[in-house]
Each structure stands twice: as C-alpha cells, then as structure tokens.
C-alpha cells in the first residue's frame, strides 16, 4: 500500500472538525464527505476517501489508504466505530491536534530570537579577519553559512523524523526509536504517559459505548502507538480472562506507571463506575500532559538561547586569546632572533 507523508497539524485539524460537526448535525456519510474541502493540493486524497468509501470501505479503511488519517487516528476511529463513539473521538482528535499546531506555532516564533542571534553571530565573528584580509569574500560566506545549512539540514530531518513517528507508521528503526525515547530522562516519561493515556480513554469510550471488558481490552490496546507500551498493555486480556479483576491486572504491569491508574480501576471496580473513573483519569491526564508540554514549550527556547550565548562566549573568548597568543609569538621572535 502506498505510503503517504502525514497532513501538517491544521490541517488535520481542519478535517476532524468537519467530521466531528458533520457527525453531530446528523448528515448522511455521503453528503458530509462531499462537503469536505481540504484545498488544491490533497484534492486527490479527498478524492481518494469518498471513492473507496462510496466502494464500501469503512471511513477508517478509507481514510488511512487515501492518506487523510495516520496509523494511531485509523487505530484510534476503528474502536470509536467499534463502540459507536464516531463524534467524540473526532471532536477528540480536533481539539487534540489543534492544541498541538497551536503550541508548534508558538515554538517556532520563540525560536525566531535564538535563531536571529546565531545567524548574527555567525556573520560578526569572522568579519575581523575579513577586513584583515586574512579571509576572502568567498570564504567568509562559506564560513558563515556552512552552519546554518548544517543546522537547517538537521531541523528538517528532526521534523521529518518527528512527522513519522508521530503518524504510527511501521519503519526500519521503529523499535530502536521507541526505546530510546522511553529511555530519555523527561520525554520518555511523557511518552509513556500520553500512550498510557490514550489506552484509558479509548477503553473508557468503549466500555461506555457497552461493549464487555473482554472485548473493549484488545480493541483498546490496538490504539497505543508504541509497540512496547502496546506489548506491556497485552498482558492485561489474558490475566482478565483467568478470572483477575482489571484492578490486578494493571498492578502485574511492568512498563506502564500504574500508581494512580491502579487506584481509579479499583475504585471503579468497587463502585461500579468503572468506565468513569477509567474517563476521570484519562481527563486528568489530559491536562496534566498539556501542562507538561506548555512549560517545554517554554524551557526549550530559553534552552537553546542559551547554549547560543554560550557558544558566541565561547568564540569570543577563543578569539581573544588567540589574538594575546599572537601578539606574544611576535614579540618573541625578533628577540629570538636578536
């Protein structure tokens, strides 16, 4: 199957919104897809979408083939389909995803004034040695610009990086990525937490909708992207199925951080809300992982401003000494010589 680059954030954003209304305001499937309009250029995935879903495919088979959907929102819509929660889960997604290009907006203008100031201070350091003449024109540019072709290099592959492992889909390397990124000290945290995170609501949406846990278990646990969570997460069904409460099984987990989760699974099993209280903590930790992201948001500018202070510090302190240690060396030699 054809592999498509993943929709930029608004614009997904843009296409889970018309669904979510479309959805809401009872339209037929038909009509709501025809009023979809993603502009010029994803024509032809749209096109694509109604073709195969005016063919029979379900919307998720639909949208994750013409490329509208990621792997996690086709994994993610199938249990919404599953249990009838279609609305939610796309009102769910939209809200989501345009949190998500609201904080990338925000990133990038933070990132503006750190970047102006490298590319400042890439220009400044070596126009001494212009004017010396000891560099030429030609020279100075590439000495200037080097770094910031190097730099633009690698931020693209970072965000075209960040693009797939963010869409879900398999990859030479996946499993490599997914470790390592558990294993980062504040990042991986938040990983696990979101991932973690995304299993509870789907499942609460599930046992909501009044499938059984034995069925709403596997359906839930496809929605994890990571494949170790997912793995870790697998190990529920069959503890379930041998007679154990959801309570006991989620406490055997070895991955997942399960303090506060094991806590709400037991209260719900005990009072017999267990769908809410599994969508009490999903909402809870909603907000505490928007929290999380609004303050890296925030540290990761002053982060690198930085490190780019440092580095110009760094340069001028080189520069000075080099220049002391040339002035001794000239003064050193005609007494040698004398």
């Known amino acids: 199957m ?3 680059p993943p929709l930029s954030l608004p614009v997904r954003a843009l296409l889970f919104q018309h669904l979510g209304a479309m959805e809401k305001a009872g339209m037929p499937a038909e009509r709501a897809h025809a009023l979809l309009d993603l502009g010029p250029t994803l024509r032809g995935r749209v096109e694509a979408f109604r073709d195969l879903c005016g063919r029979g495919v379900d919307v998720p088979g639909a949208g994750s083939r013409s490329g509208l959907f990621t792997l996690f929102e086709t994994r993610l819509l199938r249990a919404a389909f599953a249990a009838g929660t279609a609305q939610t889960t796309y009102e769910r997604l939209a809200r989501s995803l345009a949190g998500a290009a609201a904080q990338q907006r925000a990133l990038r203008s933070r990132l503006m004034l750190p970047g102006a100031v490298l590319a400042i201070a890439l220009f400044v350091q070596p126009l001494p040695q212009l ?10 540019l590439a000495k200037a610009l080097l770094p910031l072709v190097l730099l633009a290099t690698a931020g693209m592959l970072v965000m075209r990086t960040s693009a797939w492992f963010a869409s879900g889909e398999p990859g030479v390397g996946r499993a490599t990525l997914e470790r390592l990124l558990l294993a980062l000290p504040i990042v991986g945290k938040v990983h696990l937490r979101r991932n973690t995170r995304d299993f509870v609501e789907s499942l609460a949406l599930l046992l909501q909708a009044g499938l059984s846990l034995f069925e709403a278990l596997p359906v839930a646990v496809a929605t994890v992207d990571n494949q170790l ?10 503890a379930v199925q041998s007679g154990a409460p959801l309570s006991s099984a989620v406490a055997a987990l070895r991955l997942v951080d399960k303090a506060q989760l094991h806590a709400m699974v037991h209260l719900g099993e005990e009072s017999g809300t267990l769908a809410a209280m599994l969508q009490r903590h999903a909402d ?3 907000v505490a992982l928007a929290q999380i992201q609004r303050e890296m948001m925030t540290w990761l500018p002053r982060l690198l401003y930085s490190m780019v202070a440092l580095w110009m510090a760094f340069q001028i302190l080189g520069g000075t000494k080099l220049a002391q240690d040339s002035a001794a060396i000239s003064v050193a030699v005609p007494q040698w010589r004398g």
């Open 229 to 238: 969570v997912r793995r870790d997460l697998h190990a529920l069904l069959p």
């Open 284 to 286: 809870a930790e909603s």
């Open 2 to 4: 054809r592999r498509f």
């Open 131 to 140: 004017f010396s003449g000891a560099l030429k024109p030609t020279l100075y």
